[in-house]
T-cell receptor, first 114, second 116 residues
């Protein structure tokens, strides 16, 4: 158990809808990351937050947004969903968010857009 | 731009065989970090090892060993005497010190199947 909690584990929705994925980092970790894993794109970095502030941004679509709250949990909002958004979304956390840190990953949220 | 290539998409071995998973990376930074993560059938990514660009010492941890060669931009992973529990997808990843934050670039992964 990594200590990173993601909810829900599975999500099935329809095209055009909006969903929110939630992540609680390990106790003591200030940085939260979101990754998307799909068959065609592999594992892709979306965004990183550190202590409530955006630290780095990757290939995150404009339809997607995220935030980290004062209690350090994070939410990833996906809107105007398309079939291609179906993927496994991982949250990860680390202590400080620097480039040499190992990440602790949650078990992921499997999103299916029908 | 940083890039990680794992040319072997799938490897199948019989238990107790040794197996090497290849990883080749590209980066313009002189300071960077390489990682291996394991994704077992349960789905969660598990950290295995981290190596910085200035440390080319090979590392051994039990049945696992890693060979880092800057000259060939490779960071290969060997499992000795493989076991069924080693069956998983293994990812190599790269993080550049020049990036803001800690953005990992992952390779495509190698699915290892160890048969009894």
């Amino acid at each position: 158990d990594s200590g990173v909690t993601q909810t829900p584990k599975h999500l099935i929705t329809a095209t055009g809808q909006r969903v929110t994925l939630r992540c609680s980092p390990r106790s003591g970790d200030l940085s939260v990351y979101w990754y998307q894993q799909s068959l065609d794109q592999g594992l892709q970095f979306l965004i990183q937050y550190y202590n409530g502030e955006e630290r780095a941004k990757g290939n995150i679509l404009e339809r997607f947004s995220a935030q980290q709250f004062p209690d350090l949990h994070s939410e990833l909002n996906l809107s105007s969903l398309e079939l291609g958004d179906s993927a496994l979304y991982f949250c990860a956390s680390s202590v400080g968010g620097t480039t040499n840190e190992k990440l602790f990953f949650g078990s992921g949220t499997q999103l299916s857009v029908l | 731009a940083q890039k990680v290539t794992q040319a072997q998409t799938e490897i199948s071995v019989v238990e107790k065989e040794d197996v090497t998973l290849d990883c080749v990376y590209e980066t313009r930074d002189t300071t960077y970090y390489l990682f291996w993560y394991k994704q077992p059938p349960s789905g969660e990514l598990v950290f295995l090892i981290r190596r910085n660009s200035f440390d080319e010492q090979n590392e051994i941890s039990g049945r696992y060993s890693w060979n880092f060669q800057k000259s060939t931009s490779s960071f290969n992973f060997t499992i000795t005497a493989s076991q069924v529990v080693d069956s998983a997808v293994y990812f190599c990843a790269l993080s550049e010190s020049g990036n803001a934050g800690n953005m990992l670039t992952f390779g495509g992964g190698t699915r290892l199947m160890v048969k009894p």
